[in-house]
């Protein structure tokens, strides 16, 4: 059985950033993690954790550490296969990256497709994902209006922090579909 999902950051409208891919079902919620990462182009730097509708709500997943005391509340993202949790189309669970800047992302399981596939693959998407550390939503908002304003004093800065060349723009439309599918089709064909 393979799982298509849409996953889609919240808070983020002009454009909207979200990713399609399909999971076989077999997958643990590690390998969930993974997909998404590498899908939006994330770069694995923070924690995470999913949870049906965000902070607050049972049962989180994520990786365990010695120092929680979360009196057995808790799951780990490589003990719980997707099969577990998901079981309707239409089903939604939220999956939150870097508890600093809050980047919550609506998964929706779209389909229930007899078919078994092997690995993650990444179906279509849109939007730039918002860089690391920028600030969140609103900071990411702030980084795009300040990127257009040309005579923004922190314009320069901003762009050098994003390794931009003085020709280049941070175009928040862009997305490499073809360039992001090689790179999921290599890092789970090597597993």
Known sequence: MTFQFKIQIKGITQPPVWRKISMPAKCNFYDLH???????????YHLFQFSPRGYGSKPVILIPH????DFGESLSVEDIKLSYIFKTEKQKFTYIYDFGDDWVH?????KILPELSLYPK???GKGHCPPEDCGGVWGYESLKKTLLDKANPENKELAEWLGLEDDQTWNAAEFDLEATQKLMMEVFAQE
């Open 122 to 124: 990444l179906l279509a």
């Open 66 to 69: 010695e120092d929680d005391c």
């Open 34 to 44: 993974l997909a998404i990462q590498v899908a939006f182009g994330w770069e694995n």
């Open 106 to 110: 609506t998964i929706v399981l779209e």
